[in-house]
């Protein structure tokens, strides 16, 4: 049986401007003579991301594991649950035995990755009685409301509430500077934060632990973290932290703004949005045509 030293699960859409940051991170941790796997899903990326990936893989730095089956689900979040389950089958049926897993987005959030030593020190944190995970943080601010739980504050219904308020701009932008802004703030400290759920884009889990997860449920649509955090939270009785000394940065798409860019960045995303739908429409008139 195999016993690397970390064991890394991925997915990756679009994102070969980054892709370089995270092979950085992996040839570091060699480098540091670390064993280190890496399971990374793709499925329809179109700007070389596919690409760079099957040439790792071809190289053995990496396993590309073919997602194509998320591409059938239309929710967002259930997609994102079947691809991370996917992953965590993988590195389940590879019978790999690590001394902790890290589950990380290798999008914009890894642009500026952490360094070995500070990856390590947050890891060597799991080796605490009553603790099962160690997320990142990242400033300017902590971003990830939808994977956060602690006693007080759980965000399940924000995409809910958020679509509530998209009646107009204004409402729009008021409903981030009432619900959403605060509370990133409030989580962003120089303090370790305790939790039942975090996950803000780099997460380390106990092996142990993280086998007793699953990122699938029935039922209505929530954050695949927070699914999987509060399973491996009710079955261990054990804890997360956010790490203040795991820094990422916030993601630009993000980060908190005053309204001119908010409301620039909203209509970028509604345009993008809507030459995405006539894209497919017409490639799916063309495929009728053709039949």
């Not at 970390?6 to 995270?22: D, E, G």
């Not at 603790?131 to 504050?153: C, E, K, M, N, W």
């Not at 908190?256 to 909203?266: D, N």
């Amino acid at each position: 049986m195999m016993r690397p030293d970390v064991v890394f699960l991925s997915l990756a859409r679009n994102c070969a401007a980054t892709i370089p940051s995270f092979l950085g991170l992996l040839a570091a941790l060699r480098a540091e003579g670390l064993t280190v796997v890496a399971f990374v899903g793709e499925n329809g990326s179109r700007d070389g991301t596919r690409e760079l990936l099957q040439r790792e893989d071809a190289n053995g730095r990496i396993v590309l594991v073919p997602t194509p089956f998320m591409a059938e689900e239309p929710d967002r979040l259930k997609r994102m649950a079947l691809g991370r389950e996917r992953l965590k089958n993988e590195f389940e049926a590879a019978g790999l035995e690590p001394r902790f897993v890290c589950v990380l987005d290798i999008d914009n959030v890894i642009a500026s990755p952490p360094s070995i030593a500070v990856l390590l020190a947050a890891a060597a944190k799991l080796e605490r009685p009553g603790i099962f995970g160690v997320s990142a943080t990242s400033r300017p601010h902590y971003y990830d409301l939808l994977a956060f739980q602690d006693d007080l504050r759980s965000f399940e219904t924000l995409l809910e509430e958020l679509a509530g308020s998209r009646s107009n701009i204004f409402a729009y932008y008021r409903f981030f500077c009432s619900r959403i802004y605060p509370h990133q703030q409030a989580l962003t400290d120089d303090r370790e934060i305790e939790c039942a759920s975090t996950f803000n884009g780099l997460c380390l889990y106990r092996t142990d632990a993280y086998r007793l997860g699953s990122y699938l449920q029935p039922g209505p649509s929530i954050c695949e973290h927070l699914v999987f955090n509060r399973r491996l939270a009710e079955r261990t009785g054990a804890r997360m932290l956010i790490d203040p000394g795991l820094i990422l940065n916030t993601p630009i798409d993000h980060s908190q703004q005053s309204f001119l860019p908010f409301a620039w960045r909203r209509l970028r995303k509604l345009v993008a949005l809507s030459l995405l739908q006539t894209h497919l429409s017409l490639k799916t008139l063309g495929s009728s045509s053709a039949g």
